[in-house]
């Protein structure tokens, strides 16, 4: 009953903050729209026309293979099927979308929960977290490299070059300290928690957590002792999901632009700065506002017309809109609501932290 007290009390307390966002967003939204023309938007949607629907075909291939990655980072006894994963995904994603800070506190947990009456809840959980850190890898190089493209193509304004310049060096760092703890097994974020908590910095903060980041370094350590064979198809289905984002802008962009021919370069530039945008601005729904302000502003420095930018924007949220739309509808065919999944998950991250050592929760194979 206190867990659900408190979890009740900790979704409560992001309700104006959500409100707050959510606000912001159309405000930011409305403005760049109307920076950018409704006119020139309206016509570039209408010369995309029914190359939406190869759009949304695209957009399959990118569901296909972090679906697929998921299920390869399954790990026997249990075995979780590509379908069951693909649905999961659609319908996370429709909560997380739709649901501001939804991405960060429903939508990835939500994933687990929607499988675990096929694999258990810690076995769906764990899976979950060592795909999303495979892709958060692939991110990380995917955004270097597009970083990269644009200080070298491009003349930027100073502070925006300096910022580029300290991105590539931190990730830079960053990427190669991961693969060395990573090979090394070094509990280097476990083993700091214990050295600050033995030394009285932090200590009630510190001392559920502690226990719960050690687990997740044991999960992530095992995992690479035992599918060390597995770690290249996996990252080559995520690299498959970036490859996919590029031609995805490049077929908006062949539609949509006059006068102006795309290449795939361009394509390639302007989805690593959606990327950047996907994760800096995670807490926002559909990136409202700061998605058509970045892509106007990296369109235009490609050299494309104005509004082109918006347009494709505005392109990616009506495909993000159908997917919404599909796990909505897949949530009810299986007689869920928005409000039962999003208490659900609370109540099972909650019996996870509580229990501290998440490999000891028992299965629950029950809707």
């Known amino acids: 009953m206190n867990e659900s007290i408190k979890t009740k009390d900790k979704r409560a307390k992001f309700t104006p903050v959500s409100i707050i966002f959510a606000a912001l967003g159309v405000m930011l939204f409305a403005y760049f729209i109307k920076r950018a023309g409704v006119e020139q938007i309206f016509e570039g949607m209408k010369r995309l026309g029914a190359g939406f629907l190869l759009v949304f075909v695209i ?60 694999v258990p809840l810690i076995a769906a959980l764990s899976s979950l977290a060592i795909e999303n850190l495979f892709y958060s890898l692939s991110v990380a190089l995917f955004i270097f490299c597009g970083t990269a493209s644009l200080l070298l193509a491009f003349p930027l304004p100073k502070p ?17 300290a991961a693969f060395i703890i990573i090979r090394k097994q070094w509990k280097f974020a476990s083993g ?8 009285g910095v932090w200590r009630n903060f510190l001392e559920e957590r502690r226990q719960r980041v050690r687990s997740v370094e044991d999960r992530i350590y095992g995992f690479y002792s035992r599918n060390r064979s597995r770690f290249l198809s996996i990252m080559l289905l995520e690299a498959c999901f970036h490859l996919a984002g590029i031609l995805e802008a490049y077929v908006v962009l062949h539609f949509i632009s006059v006068g102006i021919a795309p290449t795939l370069f361009k394509a390639f530039v302007l989805e690593s700065v959606n990327r950047v945008i ?19 502003w990296t369109a235009a420095l490609l050299g494309f017309s104005k509004g082109i930018g918006t347009t ?32 659900e998950t609370a109540r099972a991250v909650a019996e996870v932290n509580k229990i501290g050592t998440p490999e000891a929760v028992p299965a629950n194979h029950s809707r």
């Open 312 to 343: 494709l924007e505005i392109v990616r949220k009506a495909r993000d809109l159908c997917w919404t739309a599909a796990g909505f509808l897949l949530l009810l065919r299986r007689g869920l609501s928005a409000r039962a999944v999003s208490a």
């Open 278 to 296: 996907t994760v800096v601005f995670k807490f926002m729904p559909f990136r409202a506002g700061v998605g058509e302000g970045s892509t106007e």
């Open 59 to 118: 957009s399959c291939v990118r569901l296909c293979v972090r679906a697929l990655a998921w299920t390869r980072c399954c790990e026997a006894p249990y075995q979780l099927k590509f379908m069951d994963a693909a649905k999961a995904r659609v319908m996370g994603d429709a909560l997380g979308n739709l649901v501001p800070l939804g991405t960060v506190i429903v939508s990835e947990p939500s994933k687990a929960v929607l499988v675990r009456d096929r």
């Open 192 to 199: 700091a928690m214990e050295y600050l908590h033995g030394r």
């Open 160 to 176: 925006l070059r300096y910022g580029s310049i300290g991105a590539l060096i931190a990730v830079a760092i960053i990427i190669p």
